[in-house]
């Protein structure tokens, strides 16, 4: 960049340079070297706002019977026609925005551009058609050095259009920052290509709102801080927000669906991100909906958390519908909306993405893929004439994936279709005899539903004799020392049951029927002294 200004004067529709020895802001001012804080405020007030976000407001204590808009964070206006830059966290994941200016009025705000990496994105206010915006005028950055004075606008903690004071501590170049996503509670960098360490105080509410000079102009984005370690806070820079200027001179010269069709990438993707983090709460919190469906006794947590699950489920699948209306050819979005219908009991709903899926992209590799998630949910409605349907005719596509076989083996068990699984299981350990879990099986349905003991051990113990685990874990192991201890409880071998309850009190497993089945073992051993 020269060493001459560079001023961005955005007209109604279009975005043009001017090289001027003196700023200049969109009023027509021209503003001396050094401003006061007072100065710079009135000059600027008008182009700042306020984000909003509509949501519950609900904690997992609270939830709130109507939605409430509340602060998300701060942003600056880019253009007359109503652009508004900032930061991306600060609208990640919401879906209804509102933007608030300085007189008061709340306006409809949608996103038409997010750069994650940089952390910067572009809102458009909605009700802008007609109406002419005063914007912030666009400093040189490569004037900045450490000790000049800067002032940020925002509002901090929602105290909205505050000021706050000091000066530039530092430029620094490509800084990694490691930042906490609070939805999986795991940490992620980014790298920005410059940063300005800044003394103004800042706090959660300024982010996204601008940095100005000493002569007004925006130089940067508030962005972050250092919490609880002294005054260490940051702007990324106006240079990383260089590209979505670029694109909002692009968007005030498009209007109408050849803007979605500019923007629908980012569009999509910033949809797609939303309905993976609101998928993600809906299934670490679904336990809870479980529990609500079929708690004897009212739980108030319970209830609380169901409506909550509830709220996040219809806007994880909101956010996929999105996405399917911008790019209808996303196989991405149907897999991921049919495994939020099937992790949420949802199989009507699962099944309606099956066929939709089956009708656009009439290919069997896609289908198939879909049908063990699609088997998976009837498996866990029960309903086992659908699923045997459906991992039958997987299996007719590649008869040689064992896998997919002793799914099926699985499901006739469960639906006590005890030959039908024998003769699964047996046609498993011919194609691969050291496919123990098939021996346990065989042996469990000679014990538990034969009563034929005799071979029911011979192919407990060919299991104990082909396994080579050094630690075992699942049910499948727990029923292979179980059975065989209690064989030697019926032929009072005392010691014999003994061994084999250590060697099953020693697997890991969290399911309570295998809890109880430790617990009956020991007491039938224990019962073998009376």
């Not at 279009?14 to 700023?23: D, K, V, Y």
Request: hydrophobic share 35%; net charge neutral; aromatic share 12%.
């Amino acid at each position: 960049m020269p060493n001459t200004k560079i001023i961005f004067i955005i007209l109604t529709a279009l975005l043009s340079l001017c090289i001027s020895a003196h700023a200049q802001n969109n009023n027509g001012q021209t503003q001396a070297s050094d401003l006061t804080a007072e100065e710079i405020f009135e000059m600027n007030k008008n182009c700042v706002v306020s984000i909003w976000y509509v949501g519950s407001g609900s904690s997992y204590y609270y939830v709130p019977k109507e939605d409430t808009v509340m602060l998300s964070g701060s942003g600056f206006i880019l253009t007359s026609s109503g652009i508004v830059g900032t930061n991306n966290h600060v609208i990640e994941n919401f879906d209804s925005l509102l933007i608030k200016t300085y007189d008061g009025v709340m306006h409809g705000a949608e996103v038409i551009a997010t750069y994650a990496d940089n952390d910067v994105a572009l809102l458009k206010i909605k009700d802008s058609v007609e109406t002419v915006y005063p914007f912030v005028s666009i400093g040189n950055v490569d004037d900045i050095k450490a000790g000049q004075p800067i002032y940020a606008i925002g509002s901090p903690m929602g105290f909205e259009f505050s000021i706050s004071s000091g000066i530039v501590a530092a430029i620094r170049q490509n800084e990694k920052v490691s930042f906490m996503d609070y939805d999986s509670y795991t940490k992620f960098e980014k790298t920005f290509k410059k940063v300005i360490q800044i003394t103004a105080a800042i706090s959660p509410g300024n982010s996204g709102g601008p940095l100005f000079n000493g002569r007004g102009e925006a130089v940067g984005i508030t962005t972050y801080s250092y919490g609880f370690y002294g005054n260490l806070n940051f702007a990324v820079s106006i240079d990383n927000v260089q590209d979505a200027l670029t694109l909002a001179k692009e968007y005030s010269n498009i209007s109408g669906d050849s803007a979605l069709a500019k923007f629908s990438a980012e569009i999509y993707n910033r949809n797609f991100r939303s309905g993976q983090s609101y998928k993600s709460k809906v299934l670490d919190g679904w336990f809870y909906t479980k529990w609500r469906d079929t708690m004897k006794t009212y739980d108030t947590i319970a209830v609380m958390r169901d409506s909550i699950n509830k709220v996040n489920l219809g806007k994880s699948e909101n956010a996929y519908l999105k996405c399917m209306e911008i790019m209808p050819d996303s196989f991405a979005v149907y897999k991921e909306l049919l495994d939020l219908y099937v992790s949420t009991d949802n199989v009507k709903m699962a099944e309606g993405i099956y066929k939709k899926v089956k009708e656009r992209f009439q290919s069997d590799s896609l289908t198939n893929s879909l049908s063990a998630s699609l088997g998976s949910a009837y498996m866990n409605s029960k309903d086992y004439k659908q699923a045997i349907v459906f991992y039958e005719k997987i299996q007719m596509l590649d008869t040689n994936d064992n896998s997919i076989r002793y799914q099926l083996a699985d499901i006739y068990l469960k639906a006590k279709y005890y030959d039908k699984a024998l003769q699964k299981y047996n046609d498993i350990t011919k194609r691969d005899s050291s496919n123990v879990k098939s021996y346990i099986q065989i042996g469990k349905i000679y014990f538990e539903n034969k009563k034929d003991n005799v071979k029911a051990k011979k192919y407990l113990l060919t299991a104990l004799d082909k396994n080579n685990e050094s630690y075992m874990y699942g049910s499948e192991y727990v029923d292979l020392y179980y059975i065989l201890g209690m064989m030697a409880v019926q032929k009072n071998k005392k010691i014999e049951a003994m061994m084999y309850y250590m060697d099953l009190k020693n697997i890991y497993t969290y399911e309570k029927e295998d809890s109880q089945k430790k617990k009956d073992l020991f007491k039938a051993i224990i019962n073998l002294d009376d």
